[in-house]
């Protein structure tokens, strides 16, 4: 059980330098160098894990006053600890999809990050986020990019809190969503 909350506390801290570094996200970035010093990091190289989670989106418009969530979204993630650093570890994406309704994504390539931050409103909370590449139903391609942190609670244990966006050509859709991790 030690074991287990280790893990989940790593990944929410890897999720909150993700939180911090969502909007660099854009660019490219040179992960090595992240993650360069000995890991602190309790889960070992080439763990896996799932993340089973569910919420509601909706699609924004620039001509939107107000923007209402009327989308079911489910998503499964499969992902594994690719890397370890010294505060965080890098995740790479496996398998999964990302539902809207009845419209699947299915999951082609991804990366994660995930860490604890030592410092900031998040000090001490597992924070995590993943930009993957997804194909849809018809074939076309968008990208998925989604962070989150984790929340502890006493009846339900840890949850994952997650915000994020599916961007398909030039419709933004964007979605908060309540999961659970599992290591397989």
């Known amino acids: 059980m030690k074991h287990a909350k280790k893990s989940l506390t790593i ?92 419209t699947t994504f299915e999951f082609d390539e991804g990366l994660g990050v995930a860490g604890r931050p030592e410092e900031g409103r998040f000090n001490g909370t597992l924070v995590f986020g993943f930009r993957i590449n997804v194909t849809g139903p018809n074939g076309e391609v968008a990208q998925l990019a989604f962070r989150g942190i984790v929340k502890r609670t006493q009846e339900h244990g840890p949850l994952l809190i997650m915000q994020g966006r599916l961007v398909l050509d030039d419709q933004v859709f964007v979605f908060r969503q309540i999961g659970r991790i599992h290591r397989i």
Do not use: C, W
Request: aromatic letters at 8%.
């Open 11 to 102: 990944l929410a801290t890897l999720a909150l330098v993700f939180i911090i570094a969502f909007p660099l996200m854009t660019t490219t970035v040179d992960a090595a160098s992240a993650l360069e010093k000995e890991a602190a990091a309790i889960a070992s190289i080439g763990d896996t894990f799932e993340i089973l989670a569910r919420g509601r989106g909706g699609y924004i418009l620039e001509d939107m006053e107000e923007f209402e969530a009327d989308y079911l979204t489910q998503m499964d993630l499969t992902f594994t600890i690719a890397r370890r650093g010294e505060r965080g570890v890098l995740l790479e994406v496996l398998d999964g999809h990302f539902s809207l309704n009845d």
